[in-house]
């Protein structure tokens, strides 16, 4: 197929593009890189020793996208494009709903001029909210603690009613657990700006030494060590959960599908597992909770299986020693110079 990725030079994004290459597809990535370093293009193209074909733009630039959809004329969209920080969305939510659901909508109006009907729409476990049940199933009730993830449910909900309107359109929703680690060529991984909002970047900066200690958020949930428990999933795994993904296109359908390894671990688990695996020390301290967070979530991803055919093969030993071969080998992340 050919594929066009929002949002495609992201961190899930480039990773997918890897995965998508893998199977033979054709790809474009659009981004506006506002959360993207162009050097991504570069690393991506040493991969495959051929250029990346990308457009720089905007998903809420409608003219921009019909220009898009006319040149390349893609089979299917995977659309990761939008703001992800929980803390800000608390901070600032207009950029949230901006970006996440204006955007959102852009791209689907677009899409259907196109008559471009096949997404793959990048969603979260947030829109779980707080667990009633765990493990977290596709039939849980939905709701939101937080703006990112009422982003994510309305955007769902975008697509569950134009689907309901017209069935020609294929929709599948992936909610993604807990994304960590990196391509294990070291080439391409996770780069956040500032002070990360994720727990993988976080300990990978303290343990280089670009920051001096890494804050534990709540040590008194009601887990076993007394630190959020999460389900983290390899970004490769989750990566080719979206090429897996691609099976639903053209099946008019509109589904909901867990991507995670239906596994939870604490925080302090990682942090353990990283300093044994990498043979690095990552000081810590405790801080309060932060706002909207949840005690405890894990996937029950029997649905990838049994739709997909899609597993997590990786474990947390792999989460942690690619997420350390990609910071020991490029410290500043892409842009060295800074």
Same mark, same amino acid.
């Given at each position: ?12 994004g480039s990773h997918t593009y890897v995965?998508?290459?893998? %199977?033979? %597809? ?5 981004d506006n890189f506002s959360n993207a370093?162009?050097?991504?293009? #570069?690393?991506? =193209? ?11 733009? #905007? ?39 901006? !970006? ?11 899409? #259907?001029?196109? *008559? ?11 829109? @779980?909210?707080?667990?009633?049940? +765990?493990? +977290? ?23 569950? =009613? ?27 991984? *996770? ?10 970047? @976080? ?6 030494? &670009? ?8 040590? #008194? ?12 999933? %390899? ?8 090429v897996a993904a691609l099976k639903l ?8 599908? !867990? +991507? ?7 925080? +302090? ?8 695996? !990498? ?7 405790? =801080? ?7 005690? =405890? ?27 350390? &071969? ?11 110079? !800074?």
């Amino acid at each position: 197929m050919k594929v066009l990725l929002t949002g495609g030079a992201g961190y899930i994004g480039s990773h997918t593009y890897v995965a998508l290459k893998e %199977h033979g %597809h054709e790809i474009v990535i659009l981004d506006n890189f506002s959360n993207a370093n162009r050097l991504v293009l #570069d690393r991506l =193209a040493q991969l495959f020793q051929e250029k990346v074909e990308h457009v720089e733009a #905007d998903i809420r630039d409608r003219s921009t996208l019909d220009d898009v959809f006319e040149a390349h004329k893609p089979d299917a969209v995977i659309h990761f494009a939008g703001a992800k920080a929980v803390g800000e969305s608390a901070t600032d939510p207009l950029k949230y709903y901006s !970006n996440n659901v204006s955007g959102s909508q852009t791209l689907l109006e677009a899409m #259907d001029a196109a *008559e471009i009907r096949n997404i793959v729409f990048s969603s979260s476990a947030t829109v @779980y909210g707080v667990p009633q049940a +765990l493990p +977290l199933t596709e039939d849980h009730p939905l709701s939101s603690t937080n703006t990112y993830g009422a982003t994510k449910l309305i955007v769902e909900d975008m697509l569950r =009613a134009l689907h309901g309107a017209d069935p020609r359109w294929s929709v599948a929703i992936l909610r993604y657990f807990n994304p960590v680690g990196a391509h294990p060529s070291g080439e391409i991984g *996770e780069d956040p700006g500032g002070i990360p909002n994720n727990l993988m970047p @976080y300990i990978t900066q303290v343990a280089v030494g &670009r920051l001096a200690q890494l804050k534990v958020y709540g040590d #008194d949930y009601d887990t076993s060590d007394g630190t959020g428990v999460r389900d983290y999933i %390899h970004v490769s795994d989750l990566a080719q959960g979206h090429v897996a993904a691609l099976k639903l296109m053209n099946t008019g359908t509109c589904t909901p599908i !867990n +991507l995670g390894t239906g596994t939870g671990y604490s925080v +302090l688990d990682m942090i353990k597992t990283f300093e044994r695996v !990498n043979e690095v020390s990552v000081p810590y301290s405790i =801080a309060e909770r932060r706002p909207g967070d949840v005690a =405890a979530n894990w996937a029950d991803a029997q649905r990838a299986k049994e739709l997909l055919g899609w597993q997590a093969q990786l474990g947390i030993e792999a989460m942690c020693a690619d997420g350390w &071969r990609w910071q020991s080998r490029n410290p500043k992340g892409y842009d060295q110079t !800074n």
